[in-house]
């Protein structure tokens, strides 16, 4: 059974950093592309950063860049997103999101978890 | 960037009633390599994203088949034949042609 279990959220002041991690189970991380998606309390879906199974390419959304660092751990089976300087509009469910084998998209979804930047 | 319009924003059915959400890209979906990457999610309530269809009308594993999914280019659609209580949740489009992925803003299914 595939498996994403987060981990690293909290409450954060704006300025502030956190690092969001992502236990995968059920299948071979390093066979899978990876995505971090966002979700402000009571909005829509937002889609954050990507990673390849080798590690690059790397993408990011611009409301992030130069900000965020996504990045992986194929030997342990961890994805990770390094977030430094959160601002408030950065408050949301963080879900690891596994890309299917068949190609570009997303197949899995982790249960999340909320990251809240206030002071 | 694509930006994706679901429409209608949120429906309310009666069960055993049809449903049918709209979703438009504002560019073709549709790639070099033949395949068209328009994904199809359901969120229920305090739930994450599931996923219902892939490349516009692949059914994923152990959705029923009263779901179906259609359309080409930039013009798409999710069906539900036959509603039931257990559909309510939020209905999200996505393209995964271009970075960055896009959603649209969602459909709230709501039961009569």
């Known amino acids: 059974e595939v498996q994403l279990v987060e981990s690293g959220g909290g409450l954060v002041q704006p300025g502030g950093s956190l690092r969001l991690s992502c236990a995968a189970s059920?299948?071979?991380?390093?066979?899978?592309?990876m995505n971090w998606v966002r979700q402000a309390p009571g909005k829509g879906l937002e889609w954050v950063s990507y990673i390849s199974s080798r590690g690059r390419p790397i993408y990011y959304a611009d409301s992030v860049k130069g900000r965020f660092t996504i990045s992986r751990d194929n030997a342990n089976n961890f994805l990770y997103l390094q977030m430094n300087s959160l601002r408030a509009d950065d408050t949301a469910i963080y879900y690891c999101?596994?890309?299917?084998?068949w190609g570009t998209g997303i197949d899995y979804w982790g249960q999340g978890t909320l990251v809240t930047v206030s002071s | 960037d694509i930006v994706m319009t679901q429409i209608p924003p949120s429906l309310s059915v009666t069960p055993g009633q049809p449903a049918s959400i709209s979703c438009k890209s504002t560019q073709s979906l549709l790639d070099s390599d033949g395949r068209t990457y328009l994904y199809w999610f359901l969120q229920k309530p305090g739930q994450p994203p599931q996923l219902l269809f892939y490349e516009v009308s692949n059914r994923f594993s152990g959705v029923p088949d009263r779901f179906s999914g259609s359309g080409s280019g930039t013009d798409f659609t999710l069906k539900i034949s036959r509603v039931e209580a257990e559909d309510v949740g939020v209905y999200y489009c996505?393209?995964?042609?271009?970075?960055?992925?896009?959603f649209g803003q969602g459909t709230k299914l709501e039961i009569k």
């Open positions: 996505m393209q995964c042609l271009h970075v960055p992925r896009t």
């Open positions: 059920g299948f071979t991380l390093g066979n899978y592309d």
């Open positions: 999101a596994r890309d299917p084998a």
